[in-house]
């Protein structure tokens, strides 16, 4: 009983594994956090990439007029980032319902990654460090009325022969083909053509 001999090896033993089974315990949260860090870190990124897909639409519609044809696979950038798929996009026939409503699981097109088929996958591809897709659709067009003192006046006013046309546009951001992080955005957008 009076034997004590090894009980401090033991102890030592025991304090080990404990600090070591610590240890672990650390790096596995450390770990888990640089995961969720980076993870957040794409998510952000893709997020801001399909949002500038958006500033890219509104700036081809604009560009094109609401009317112009493009060559298919032709780059509209100096860097060559960006290549049109489906030249006639601008051309599409209206694509939404009565009200001009848009409805995003009703389309022909997508911004998916079917990007052989250019009557089926996204009209616009924005290449670089990232990918995005882009798809616009026509939702239709309205009259542009003009004030009542114009028309009080006997001047017919803004709204007599100026229309505007309405865009939707979807944009598709991720980092890779086979990337689940991903980002789609939508928003609408309207052109009052020039003359």
């Known amino acids: 009983m ?38 957040e870190k794409f998510s952000k990124m893709v997020y801001y990439q399909a949002e500038s897909g958006l500033t890219l639409g509104c700036e081809l519609i ?15 950038d100096q860097d060559e980032t960006v290549t049109v798929v489906d030249g006639t996009f601008m051309r599409e026939l209206k694509n939404s319902d009565a009200n001009m409503v848009w409805h995003k699981n009703n389309q022909m097109d997508f911004v998916g990654l079917d990007t052989d088929n250019s009557s089926l996958g996204p009209d616009v591809l924005l290449r670089g460090n990232f990918m995005v897709n882009l798809d616009i659709d ?8 003009g004030g009542g003192a114009e028309f009080g006046a006997g001047d017919q006013g803004v709204g007599a022969a100026t229309h505007r046309v309405l865009y939707n546009i979807e944009s598709l951001s991720m980092l890779s083909e086979d990337s689940v992080v991903r980002s789609d955005h939508i928003t609408g957008f309207q052109l009052i053509p020039r003359k």
């Open 62 to 76: 604009e560009r094109l007029q609401g009317t112009e044809v493009v060559d298919d696979g032709e780059t509209i």
């Open 2 to 39: 009076n034997n004590e001999k090894g009980m401090v090896l033991v102890l030592a033993i025991f304090m080990l594994a404990l600090l070591s089974m610590i240890g672990l315990s650390s790096m596995m949260t450390s770990t888990t956090e640089i995961n969720i860090s980076a993870n």
């Open 138 to 145: 026509k939702l239709g067009t309205a009259h542009v009325a």
